[in-house]
């Protein structure tokens, strides 16, 4: 079993910016996609980001092209999400989420299917 804790989150003003991670254990990241996901209260789940195994191919929703940036470090077990420019929209919980295939090229966060969750971290943007 493949264990997701996000951390970062926190309370940040308009314009500010915040880095996430997503520390993975129980098995290694190498045969993982990874996806960034956030529910805002009263709204759906949106997937904003995905990154594939091999961290050769990332893709954004068009509400945070620009200014989120995806990464992973697979010696570390981690990936990351760095957020700048926040906007006050941009508040909910963020949840990063696994999916374990061996095409290591291929992440699509609108098709993403999950196999994993973490439990997520909060962002709250608000001046």
């Known amino acids: 079993q493949l264990q997701l804790v996000e951390s970062g989150g926190g309370l940040v003003q308009p314009g500010g910016s915040l880095r996430l991670s997503c520390a993975a254990s129980?098995?290694?990241?190498?045969?993982?996609?990874i996806g960034w996901f956030r529910q805002a209260p009263g709204k759906e789940r949106e997937g904003i980001s995905c990154i594939s195994a091999s961290g050769s191919n990332a893709n954004y929703a068009d509400s945070v092209k620009g200014r989120f940036t995806i990464s992973r470090d697979n010696a570390k077990n981690t990936v990351y999400l760095q957020m700048n420019n926040l906007r006050p929209e941009d508040t909910a919980v963020y949840y990063c989420a696994a999916r374990t295939t061996f095409v290591r090229t291929v992440c699509d966060v609108r098709s993403l299917i999950v196999d994993y969750w973490g439990k997520g971290t909060l962002v709250n943007v608000s001046s």
């Open positions: 129980g098995k290694g990241l190498d045969y993982n996609a």
